[in-house]
């Protein structure tokens, strides 16, 4: 066994927990962070960038070990609506793998446009979210949606939230997102989180823990897509640099529910909001110079 092969990446491990934290925190894809920091930071690191397909399997990987940790945690919480979980997955799960293999043929251009593209409008439904968190913060009060579902959280909290009264609404949102993420990886939380705030009122820690097991399940069917789609290209996942961030990940993935209840959510999404912003413009500018 090369010793020097997996520890290649060492440091992967400090800068993995951040990012996984803040990503699960959030309800935000590791991935969108992952994908650009293996694409363009890796250059600037001394490092030999990975092509787009390339990382974005590997950021779906990685994703997959931390929000399975983070999935953990807010189900310890009792925070999870899985009713809505189980609706949106039917959706999601097919939309992602239909992607996932269309992805195949796109070029690594392409696809790095298509993702610096994205993330834009992701900036968007974020400062939707964090329009319509100020108004949702209070969802403690179980009077506030007359008819909606009530939640009890493991701290005794009390959470109420409309119903869903639109399935064809939250269908088409749930499958726009299992597209973006079979393609580009990432999307699917945050069309999640940001419908849930919006459109059922859900109080941002129920939408964000509500959020990542939809992301969770969707993203574990685009990876194993990604991978058998990978090997028939010529490409490989570089495991070297899986190893390191998937214990990393593991760790934040644990943090970010303790982190959804010390820092409020809507500082999050405003960091967030403006790292997207610069990642779009990044990821883009690369991608019309290639």
Not at 55 to 64: G, Q
Not at 75 to 87: G, H
Not at 275 to 289: D, H, P, V, Y
Request: proline share 7%; hydrophobic share 50%; net charge positive.
């Amino acid at each position: 066994m090369d010793i020097a092969y997996w520890f290649q990446f060492w440091w992967m491990l400090p800068l993995g927990v951040v990012i996984c934290t803040i990503a699960c925190a959030s309800s935000v894809e590791g991935a969108v962070m992952f994908s650009p920091l293996f694409i363009l930071g890796f250059p600037l690191l001394g490092q030999a960038p990975l092509r787009p397909a390339e990382s974005v399997a590997t950021a779906l990987i990685i994703e997959t070990v931390g929000y399975t940790s983070g999935f953990l945690g807010h189900r310890r919480q009792r925070c999870v609506d899985f009713e809505t979980v189980r609706s949106l997955l039917l959706i999601s799960v097919p939309a992602a793998v239909l992607a996932s293999l269309a992805a195949g043929t796109v070029p690594d251009r392409a696809l790095l446009l298509l993702i610096g593209a994205v993330m834009f409008p992701l900036a968007w439904l974020l400062s939707r979210s964090i329009h319509e968190g100020h108004s949702s913060e209070g969802g403690e009060s179980p009077g506030g949606h007359p008819g909606g579902k009530l939640l009890t959280a493991a701290d005794g909290r009390k959470y109420q939230f409309a119903p869903e009264t639109r399935p064809g609404a939250a269908a088409a949102l749930a499958g726009l997102g299992g597209v973006l993420a079979g393609l580009v990886g990432i999307g699917i939380g945050e069309v999640t989180n940001t419908q849930l705030m919006v459109r059922r009122h859900m109080p941002p820690r129920i939408s964000i823990a509500t959020s990542v097991p939809v992301v969770l399940g969707t993203v574990v069917a685009a990876s194993l897509v990604r991978l058998l789609t990978l090997r028939q290209t010529g490409l490989a996942v570089p495991w070297n640099l899986v190893a390191p961030t998937a214990i990393a990940v593991l760790i934040g993935g644990q943090l970010a529910p303790l982190v959804t209840r010390l820092v409020p959510g809507l500082r999050l999404k405003q960091f967030l909001v403006v790292l997207f912003i610069f990642i779009g413009l990044s990821t883009f500018r690369s991608g019309l110079a290639g």
